[in-house]
């Protein structure tokens, strides 16, 4: 059974750091690119960043580029975002979501876990 | 900047059929976006409904259906559940691992 479990949330300052990992199990992870998907409280799903198989490739969307900075360690299955520069409009459930690059969707998705931006 | 866009919300009688879409603010949405659905309650993860424009997920009913109309994406609902009340998002790809949401659908069934 495919499994993505986060791990790292929290309440931080502005300005502060934070830094989520996802745990995978149940599939092959060196397979497979990786993505944070964020959700502010009452608002839609924002991409934030996607990471290659063999962490080549990254991307990020606008507003955290610079700040934000996605990585994977394949031995230990594990996807990580560090977070730096925290802004109160980071405040949201993060998701670590598993990519299907054969058709091109998120196809399995974790629990979330909790980041909140607040003095 | 790409931005995807959806229905704020809708509303369907139980029984009926809706369809939700999913566009572009400049252009088209074509199969070659690879577009997907997502259905979302409150306080839980994201369910994949449909990829590849069409393609329903495993155990999804087959009451949910995908297609492009016109130049749009869209999900269609045939015979709406009151288990279907929920939020929709429809997702875009855009290569280099990119993926854009859209702002998402508030659907109501009653």
């Known amino acids: 059974e495919v499994q993505l479990v986060e791990s790292g949330g929290g309440l931080v300052q502005p300005g502060g750091s934070l830094r989520l990992s996802c745990a995978a199990s149940g599939f092959t992870f060196s397979n497979y690119w990786i993505n944070w998907v964020r959700q502010a409280p009452g608002k839609g799903l924002e991409w934030v960043a996607s990471i290659k198989q063999d962490g080549t490739e990254k991307s990020y969307v606008d507003s955290v580029k610079g700040r934000f900075t996605i990585s994977r360690d394949n031995a230990k299955n594990s996807l990580y975002l560090q977070m730096n520069s925290l802004r109160v409009e980071d405040t949201a459930v993060y998701y670590c979501a598993r990519f299907m690059y054969t058709s091109n969707y998120l196809d399995y998705w974790g629990q979330g876990t909790l980041v909140t931006v607040s003095s | 900047q790409t931005v995807v866009t959806q229905e704020p919300s809708f509303s369907v009688s139980p029984g009926g059929t809706v369809t939700l879409t999913c566009g572009l603010s400049?252009?088209?949405?074509?199969?070659?976006?690879?577009p997907s659905w997502y259905q979302q309650t409150p306080g839980q993860p994201p369910r994949t409904l449909i990829y590849s424009t069409n393609t329903r997920s495993s155990g999804v009913p087959d009451r949910f259906s995908g297609s492009i109309l016109g130049n749009k994406a869209a999900l269609t609902i045939t015979g709406a559940q009151p288990d279907d009340e929920s939020d929709y998002y429809c997702v875009l790809y855009m290569g280099s691992g990119i993926v854009v949401f859209g702002g998402g659908t508030k659907l109501t069934v009653l």
């Open positions: 400049s252009g088209s949405v074509s199969t070659t976006s690879y």
